[in-house]
T-cell receptor
Framework: DTAVSQTPKYLVTQMGNDKSIKCEQN?????MYWYKQDSKKFLKIMFS???????INETVPNRFSPKSPDKAHLNLHINSLELGDSAVYFC??????????????FGSGTRLTVV | KQEVTQIPAALSVPEGENLVLNCSFT??????LQWFRQDPGKGLTSLLL?????REQTSGRLNASLDKSSGRSTLYIAASQPGDSATYLC??????????FGSGTRLQVQP
């Protein structure tokens, strides 16, 4: 299946821990993103990478560190987790090729609960 | 700073009704506008993508229009079905490659 897949789907962890969320896309897209959906269901951009290069860092605390080992992967590492980090994190990818915009494809989300 | 507003926040209709969801944005310099559907506890499913040069897109019972100059888009759903119940999200892409989302319209279609 062509898709954006992220793991794990659910993550429950204690305050102060360090955790990672992985994302992979097999769509051949050149840009990947992390979005955060808060408790009020509002979606907001965190990071974007184009061909492994950081393009957007949207005033996210530096406890959050994205890592793109290659064009198809964008992982999110979070240090010293806080209660306020509890949210659903979505990975997405997009592509513009020869002037045609293919739009965005989202993963199914990772529900992070910090206790 | 781009802001996206969706009205109404929630909508409940009987099955079979035609309905319109509204989206407005403050900065008309957009690259495209995309409508998504989100089911409870699930990810986002792309419904329609309208490029800035286009006026509308259609897919099945869905039709989305874009009036860039007035900063508005509508999503028209014909002959609604209970399976259409979900949250519908409008998002615009501006100069940087990122989407700005509205807060969504929660749709409930009663059988």
């Amino acid at each position: 299946d062509t898709a954006v897949s992220q793991t794990p789907k659910y993550l429950v962890t204690q305050m102060g821990n360090d955790k990672s969320i992985k994302c992979e896309q097999n769509l051949g897209h050149d840009t990947m993103y992390w979005y955060k959906q808060d408790s009020k269901k509002f979606l907001k951009i965190m990071f974007s990478y184009n061909n492994k290069e950081l393009i957007i860092n949207e005033t996210v605390p530096n406890r959050f560190s994205p890592k793109s080992p290659d064009k198809a992967h964008l992982n999110l590492h979070i240090n010293s987790l806080e209660l306020g980090d509890s949210a659903v994190y979505f990975c997405a990818s997009s592509q513009v090729r020869r002037g045609h915009d293919y739009g965005y494809t989202f993963g199914s989300g990772t529900r992070l609960t910090v206790v | 700073k781009q802001e996206v507003t969706q009205i109404p926040a929630a909508l409940s209709v009987p099955e079979g009704e035609n309905l319109v969801l509204n989206c407005s944005f403050t900065d008309s310099a957009i690259y495209n506008l995309q409508w998504f559907r989100q089911d409870p506890g699930k990810g986002l499913t792309s419904l329609l993508l309208i490029q800035s040069s286009q006026r509308e897109q259609t897919s099945g019972r869905l039709n989305a229009s874009l009036d860039k100059s007035s900063g508005r888009s509508t999503l028209y759903i014909a002959a609604s079905q209970p399976g259409d119940s979900a949250t519908y999200l409008c998002a615009v892409e501006t100069g940087r490659r990122a989407l700005t989302f509205g807060s969504g319209t929660r749709l409930q279609v009663q059988p």
